[in-house]
């Protein structure tokens, strides 16, 4: 079994910061790509940032110069760093990791349960 667990969120200012995690435990054998996803009330999710061969980026043009990802690949874990944290932010954060585990040896994609940021102006 794999478990993505994320933490993190809360309620912030605006030009407030936050730090999210996303650890992965269980049977984990490889760990291929670890993902930030967002998805804000009436809209679709979003990719945010990830990690994928030791290169990590951000994809959300709306992230920019203000959110920082990083990955710890001796602790099976993700962090993003967010910074200048505008309302627009507001969402529930998702961690998503492609993991190859110990049982089956076949890749598959992992969520976790969510982490709530709420932005207040």
């Known amino acids: 079994q794999v478990q993505l667990v994320e933490s993190g969120g809360g309620l912030v200012q605006a030009g407030g910061s936050l730090r999210l995690s996303c650890a992965a435990s269980g049977s984990i054998d490889s760990i291929r790509s670890m993902g930030w996803h967002r998805q804000a009330p009436g809209k679709q999710r979003e990719l945010v940032a990830a990690?994928?061969?030791?290169?990590?980026?951000n994809y959300a043009d709306s992230v920019k110069g203000r959110f920082t990802n990083s990955r710890d690949n001796a602790k099976n874990t993700m962090y993003l760093q967010m910074n200048s944290l505008k309302p627009e932010d507001t969402a529930v954060y998702y961690c998503?990791?492609?993991?190859?585990?110990?049982?089956?040896?076949?890749?598959?994609?992992?969520w976790g349960q969510g982490t709530q940021v709420t932005v207040s102006s």
């Open positions: 998503n990791a492609v993991i190859r585990g110990t049982e089956q040896m076949k890749w598959s994609s992992y």
């Open positions: 990690c994928t061969a030791g290169v990590c980026t």
